[in-house]
């Protein structure tokens, strides 16, 4: 065997090898005609050797439930040896093994690679230790030997139960029998399971997963587990107890949940043992602070694991109070009753309960573009990281790295859109005439690579007639074959048909650019464009929209700003509130050609940084100040007053302030100017 079996499902090169001795061996017990067969042939010799023997090609399934048991080399062995003794050849590409998987899953990758390889026409039989190893349940296993082997015109053997499809007139009748037996054999032994699990939990042993705050403590003298392992009673983890009594009471005193699970991380506090990512969750937090085992009592059996095949997945059923063991030891009590019950009312309160029908709400431009925000602090030029919809009623936003976020805040979306549009609207009125001119002279340029273009439409245009050649004799081919030269001429076609396509559209795409191209605009019609798009961005700014103007108020705000606008939160020291900008860069020329039906590939402009939250007075006027200290020369006194005759209510000293609030707020160090920016003073 010179390859490795790799593929999900398959069995080890080992266990492959291990399985051919098996049927050497009983092949020449069995005295089959063994002459010329290799245990290190490829899987295509072995078949065409075992062919032209004349034997049937047979494919094998194994299966075990839990990572305990190991009887996969077991299955395999004894289906090899009845394989042998029955003149059928089963090579090991054609073993699938699903381990540690319980059979009432309906997908389990084993499973499915059997099914690949019974439609795929190259076996005749298919062979399982018992009928048990397809599915657990009697109806499930008998539908899929029924639908998937018998009426394929395939057979179908469980090696150990003596149940073979070819038998027409007892098959049914035994597999619905056995399977029937086995079901009641699991049901059995699950009960018998739970019956000693809850005569250890009456006796104050762990049956289970141990949770925060408490520990396992080895029990002297105490019997062994199954697997060898001491056992264990449960005990008061000092450490995390004194964490988690703190932690009721931050609750109690008013910190959020949200809060408790950041500060828990904060102190390394430990997580629960089913956790995958090393700290607690939100989920998990609250799980904590409502397990009433840390009041020193302990339930068993309070939930039961039940199966759906309907959904295939196991679900927790509550089970009655009679049916529920407990037991009360004040020495493993970590939180008192009154704070325990009083924050179990609090959690309570936070429940979200049933709800109703969802009312009709007419859309709204801010619930379209939330996810074209991205947070400035989390994201990288790899992976931005978006904003997603947060607060009371959804009106806000928030990075979606949640509490893991540097500078974590709530930004009101309509108001962040708002200030976008109210952006767009003073850059469109702005520099109206600049961008018609533009506009204007890059399509005289671009007139004169018509020529290049028709040249690009030519090829494009001769590479799809080729392909439709290739389509149409793929097409004649698609019916003949073995099923794997069907399937794969299927591959092909879909291959095909999707490059075609993806051709089709660039040809599209290039003849539209020459219609465009040919498109003699004015800047009278510029203008006229960028009107409509101010028409349509005033109103998105108030939030006055209907249901059609909303979506082309989206389309607007889509094109302008390239679906990316960036937040940026500036904590400030000694203040609760934090400042919230956002920036991006204007497509502007490229939105207004695309709406006047030009071609364009013009780059974004340069970035516009704004506030997207009503700043402090301070910060508001800091771009104003610098303008009037650091590029007008004003002193300070000079610049209040005209500040003053401006409408703001200031003086020198708030002047001073907001000129070194604007080198902090672009990262810049504030420079030592002379005393009165080196004017000399006014006399008196």
């Not at 007139?169 to 018998?192: P, R």
């Not at 900008?581 to 207004?592: D, N, S, T």
Request: hydrophobic content about 35%; charged content about 30%; aromatic content about 6%.
């Amino acid at each position: 065997m010179h390859h490795e079996l790799i593929e999900v499902g398959a069995v080890s090169l080992e266990l492959a090898r291990t399985a051919l001795n098996y049927w050497a061996m009983a092949a020449a017990i069995a005295g089959v005609d063994s002459e010329g067969f290799d245990l290190e042939a490829a899987h295509d010799e072995q078949v065409a050797w075992a062919r032209s023997k004349d034997l049937e090609i047979g494919a094998g399934y194994g299966r075990f439930s839990t990572r305990l048991q190991q009887s996969t080399e077991d299955q395999i062995r004894e289906i090899m040896y009845w394989a042998a003794r029955n003149n059928i050849f089963v090579p090991t590409m054609y073993i699938s093994v699903d381990e540690a998987v319980k059979g009432s899953r309906v997908r389990r990758a084993g499973l499915e690679r059997t099914k690949r390889i019974l439609a795929s026409g190259t076996v005749k039989v298919l062979l399982v230790y018992k009928a048990s190893r397809l599915f657990r349940q009697a109806g499930k296993g008998y539908q899929f030997v029924q639908e998937e082997v018998v009426e394929a015109g395939l057979r179908a053997v469980s090696v150990s139960q003596g149940i073979d499809t070819a038998d027409k007139t007892s098959w049914k009748l035994q597999l619905q029998i056995h399977g029937l037996m086995d079901e009641l054999l699991l049901d059995t032994i699950a009960d018998h399971v739970r019956d000693g699990q809850k005569g250890l939990f009456m006796k104050r042993m762990v049956t289970g997963a141990v949770g925060v705050g408490f520990l396992r403590k080895e029990v002297p003298g105490g019997r062994p587990t199954n697997r060898g392992l001491p056992r264990t009673e449960i005990a008061v983890d000092e450490e995390a107890a004194g964490l988690i009594c703190k932690h009721f009471k931050l609750i109690l005193s008013g910190v959020s949940i949200r809060e408790g699970v950041r500060r828990w991380n904060a102190g390394n506090g430990p997580c629960d043992p089913r956790s995958t990512t090393g700290k607690m969750s939100y989920t998990a937090y609250r799980r904590m602070l409502s397990n009433e085992r840390l009041t020193g009592r302990f339930e068993f059996g309070r939930k039961r694991n039940q199966f759906s095949t309907k959904l295939d997945y196991v679900k927790q059923i509550h089970q009655p109070d009679e049916d529920v063991e407990r037991w009360h030891d004040e020495g493993l009590r970590i939180v008192d009753d009154e704070t325990f019950y009083a924050i179990q009312c609090k959690l309570a309160k936070l429940k979200i309960g049933p709800r109703g029908p969802r009312m009709e709400k007419s859309a709204k431009l801010c619930d379209l573009t939330t996810g074209m925000f991205f947070c400035s602090h989390c994201s990288t030029l790899d992976e931005p990281v978006r904003f997603y919809m947060a607060g009371a009623n959804g009106r806000g936003m928030r990075c979606c790295s949640g509490d893991q976020c540097p500078h974590p805040s709530c930004v009101r979306r309509d108001e962040a859109v708002a200030a976008v549009c109210k952006e767009l609207t003073d850059l469109i009125t702005r520099d109206a005439n600049l961008v018609a001119e533009v506009i204007c002279r890059r399509q005289q340029l671009d007139a004169g690579g018509e020529e290049a273009l028709q040249a690009e439409i030519n090829a494009g245009e001769k590479q799809l007639r080729t392909m439709k050649n290739r389509l149409d004799g793929l097409f004649e081919f698609i019916g003949e074959g073995t099923a794997d030269e069907k399937r794969e001429a299927k591959s092909r076609l879909r291959k095909a048909i999707a490059e075609r396509d993806s051709k089709q559209a660039e040809v599209n795409r290039l003849r539209k650019s020459i219609d465009m191209s040919k498109t003699q605009l004015t800047e009278h019609d510029v203008h006229a464009r960028m009107t409509e798009m101010v028409a349509v961005l005033e109103p998105a700014a108030s939030g006055d929209l209907d249901d059609d103007a909303v979506y082309e108020a989206l389309t607007v705000f889509r094109a302008l700003t390239g679906e990316r606008v960036w937040v940026t939160v500036e904590p400030r020291a000694g203040r609760k509130q934090t400042v919230v900008r956002g920036h991006f860069r204007p497509h502007l020329i490229a939105a207004v050609s695309e709406r006047a039906g030009v071609a364009s590939n013009s780059p974004p402009g340069e970035s516009i940084s704004f506030w997207l939250r009503k700043p402090p007075r301070m910060d508001a006027i800091a771009d104003r100040v610098h303008q009037l200290i650091d590029i007008e020369g004003r002193s300070h006194r000079a610049a209040s007053k005209q500040l003053q005759d401006e409408g703001h209510d200031v003086n020198s000293s708030n002047v001073w302030n907001s000129h070194r609030r604007w080198y902090e707020m672009n990262d810049l160090p504030v420079p030592n100017i002379p005393y009165n920016n080196g004017l000399p003073r006014d006399s008196a």
